[in-house]
């Protein structure tokens, strides 16, 4: 068991736009936890991503969750999540050592294609069909080099049958469904590096846990499918396995998932529409209703 004064908790925004109040509910969720088990809360900026961060986006969260009373204790990490670059690596270089990683050379484009045509076969393997269908796995070494002499630049893929002989069977706890059976083909051959940027949020999300001595992982029950792949990772490299909880999301007027892509409407709005801290918070709890 974990001794008390050890537990922390992260919040891990991504500073690519404000927030709204599903991001709201996930940092009180990570406050209130650490503050009932007497640990600490801390603040980590996602910030992997450097096409999509932008700087007012850092100053914006801070005061929404300053005006929410959830204060961090310690510094954030603003990663400038680059300067992990050479943590990240190190991590994919284990992973490739261990055998259980492969290049990717295809474009978006010729996953959607070869997807594309799994999914209208008269016995289309529906996994296929969902998730990435193993192209460049099935590649000779020959082949590689080809694509290689071409220039191209593969992204890092997880090869889940390898990952499985490795690891075994495998479980983690989670404080709201119980005792959890990894599924290691949840999300197929997922990649974990990408080419443009070096890494992944799987990679990052699980080095920077460890890095950070998180004991406590929380987050939108929407993520429960990527922890699976966490703890594979995780085991794969060694890392401490933390206690999770995936909570309730915060959903629209349509009941669907808040999102900075869909322009849900931003605390930041809300409050200089004139909502107060309360008003704020019964929204919330209406949501969690629901």
Do not use: W
Not at 222 to 241: A, K, M, N, W, Y
């Amino acid at each position: 068991m974990t001794p008390v004064s050890a537990i922390k908790t992260r919040f891990a925004p991504s500073p690519t736009g404000h927030l709204h109040l599903g991001h709201l509910y996930a940092a009180q969720v990570a406050h209130d936890l650490a503050r009932k088990l007497g640990g600490q809360y801390l603040l980590r900026f996602e910030d992997i991503d450097k096409t999509r961060i932008k700087d007012i986006y850092y100053d914006s969260i801070l005061e929404d969750l300053y005006f929410f009373n959830l204060q961090h204790d310690a510094p954030p990490i603003s990663q400038i999540q680059t300067d992990r670059l050479e943590a990240y690596s190190a991590a994919i270089e284990k992973l490739e050592s261990l055998g259980v990683t492969y290049p990717c050379y295809c474009s978006r484009k010729d996953i959607f294609r070869e997807i594309s045509s799994l999914a209208s076969a008269p016995h289309g393997n529906h996994l296929s069909a969902q998730y990435y269908p193993g192209t460049c796995k099935k590649l000779t070494s020959s082949e590689r080099a080809e694509r290689v002499a071409q220039g191209k630049i593969p992204s890092i893929r997880i090869d889940t049958d390898k990952a499985r002989e490795l690891t075994g069977s495998l479980t983690f706890h989670d404080l709201i469904y119980g005792e959890i059976t990894v599924n290691h083909d949840i999300l197929g051959d997922s990649v974990l590096s990408r080419r443009d940027i070096g890494t992944s949020y799987h990679i990052a999300s699980v080095v920077d846990d460890a890095f950070q001595e998180i004991t406590h992982v929380t987050r939108g029950d929407d993520l429960l499918e990527s922890t699976h792949l966490h703890r594979v990772i995780q085991v794969l490299l060694d890392l401490p396995e933390p206690t999770y909880m995936h909570h309730q999301l915060i959903l629209d007027d349509q009941n669907e998932r808040l999102a900075k892509r869909a322009k849900s409407l931003s605390v930041k709005e809300l409050r200089e529409n004139g909502h107060t801290l309360d008003s704020l918070n019964s929204m919330i709890n209406e949501q969690l209703k629901t």
